[in-house]
């Protein structure tokens, strides 16, 4: 199975600051169609997760323009460019190059 | 409005059987492949099975393998899990997702989850 780790797992973050969330994999995830299999997910308290970013870089309709997905291969960056106090929660990495998908960790971000 | 409603989750003592639906809505249902994600009280997101669009192919976590059978009825629109021998560690919100159509664009849709409890 592939292995997400995230990091860091807790991000206290100031509204209106940047802010970034690292994820790797123990194996590349470029398929070789070149598309590569990284997605990132948002889950709110209470809430059920939400897709933010497929494909390491598309964001998912109705996602803020703040919020941007970067990387190749086995390292993969989320960047949200200034902090909104909605924007709490715990964000996930799910690689989807083969099954089993699986997840990161998660990072929870909340306000400082 | 594209929906997914889950339902079918309780108590269950362990070793006892459920079956979770997912109603789909406002989409065309059989375009699309599904997926069931759980999560644990307090913990992070588990994938538990894949289903394509026409049941071609069908996927499971490695550890769910026997105890967990997924299936859909594309004239329902709904998609199922069962699941069997039911243990402690199954206790968790199971969510099901919308998946790809004609190309990979992340788990689009998500359900509000159903919870299922696994105690004597």
């Known amino acids: 199975d592939i292995v997400m780790t995230q990091s860091p797992l807790s991000l206290p973050v100031t509204p209106g600051e940047p802010a970034s969330i690292s994820c790797r994999s123990n194996q590349s995830l470029l398929h070789s169609n070149g598309n590569t299999y990284l997605d990132w997910y948002q889950q709110k308290p209470g809430q059920s997760p939400q897709l933010l970013i497929s494909l390491v870089s598309h964001r998912a309709s109705g996602v803020p323009d703040r919020f941007s997905g970067s990387g190749s291969g086995t390292d993969f960056t989320l960047k949200i460019s200034r902090v909104e106090a909605e924007d709490v929660g715990v964000f996930y990495c799910?690689?989807?190059?083969?099954?089993?998908?699986?997840f990161g960790q998660g990072t929870k971000v909340d306000i400082k | 409005e594209v929906q997914l409603v889950e339902s079918g989750g309780g108590l269950v003592k362990p070793g006892g059987s459920l079956r979770l639906s997912c109603a789909a809505s406002?989409?065309?249902?059989?375009?699309?492949?599904m997926n069931w994600v759980r999560q644990a009280p307090g913990k992070g997101l588990e994938w538990v099975s894949y289903i394509s669009s026409r049941s071609s192919f069908i996927f499971y976590a490695d550890s769910l393998k026997g105890r967990f059978t997924v299936s859909r009825d594309n004239a329902q629109n709904s998609l199922y899990l069962q699941i069997n021998s039911l243990r402690a560690e199954d206790t968790a919100v199971y969510y099901c997702?919308?998946?790809?159509?004609?190309?990979?664009?992340?788990?689009?849709?998500w359900g509000q989850g159903t919870t299922v409890s696994v105690s004597s």
């Open positions: 406002g989409f065309t249902f059989s375009d699309y492949s």
């Open positions: 799910m690689q989807a190059l083969q099954t089993p998908r699986t």
């Open positions: 997702a919308r998946g790809a159509r004609d190309s990979y664009n992340g788990l689009d849709v």
